[in-house]
């Protein structure tokens, strides 16, 4: 069965970004020229994802509200000649867009299954929208292809041993250079007892099997429902990889990651990378 929809889990509180994100959604900060969610939406659209189910939560309106129709300023900018209409009319239509409420943060784990109605008894693929994942072919493309080899599959990076303790990482067999059948999951290991420095990042590309799991699971030490937990027995019931994609990975979720995911993002964009260019290396010659 072909993936068509996609959940963008962002019901989280934004710790991290407080005072920012006590009204302002960290997925509505600019990245570049669009906030950061929208990079996960449009990877979805590329790759043929139709619907996306927005998990949100109190105060993250902004969200379904970015993504909806937009009729009057659409009109204004029509009159005026804006060339600004393409952009505003692409985001409301690249897919359709619903969005449901996780009314407390009871973690990941519980964040896809609020997702579960939504998504109906079909696969689907969950993005972490923080993470700025860029390949060619697309990380989601990459990841829908080993869904389609090898049934449920779950994104990780090779990460520096030091950062392991910070991450879910994979235990399992190695069954290419990218491929590792995976046996487990360990949140947040210290070092010395991390099976292996494969760090879960999303997407993740699961069947619905795995919203039985989540209901079969109890919320860990902090209340939360681990999705790592789901993977878990997932795992015992379908063959879940790890796959590591073939790209690069920022980490948009905290403000100096934001930052720097900006300067990188800013390199790579036809209308902005020739200057910043210019001012990045003048920068550099000031601070040297
Ligand atoms: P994070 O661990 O990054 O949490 O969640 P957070 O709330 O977004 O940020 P901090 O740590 O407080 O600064 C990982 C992803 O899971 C979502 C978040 O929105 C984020 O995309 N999430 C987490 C939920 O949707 N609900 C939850 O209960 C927890």
Redo the contacts with the bound molecule.
Sequence with gaps: MPVRTAVI?????????LPVSKSVP??MLPLVDRPVIQYAVEQAAEAGIERVVL?T?RGKTAMEDYFDLAPDLERTLRERASPKLEAVERVSRMAEITAVR?R?????G??VLTAKSAVGGEPFIVY???EILLGEPSVTRQMLDAYERLGNAVGVVEVPWDDVPRYGVVEGEARSPRETLLTRCVEKPPRREAPSNLAIVGPYVFSPAIFDCLESITAGAIG?LQLTDGIDLLAQREPVHAYRFEGERFDA??PLGLLQTSVELALRHPDYADAMRVWLRGLAERIA
């Design positions: 889990v962002a019901a989280g509180v934004g710790t991290r970004f960290k997925e998990v939560s996780q407390e943060p009871l973690g990941l519980h964040a972490l929208p923080d939360e979720g905290t």
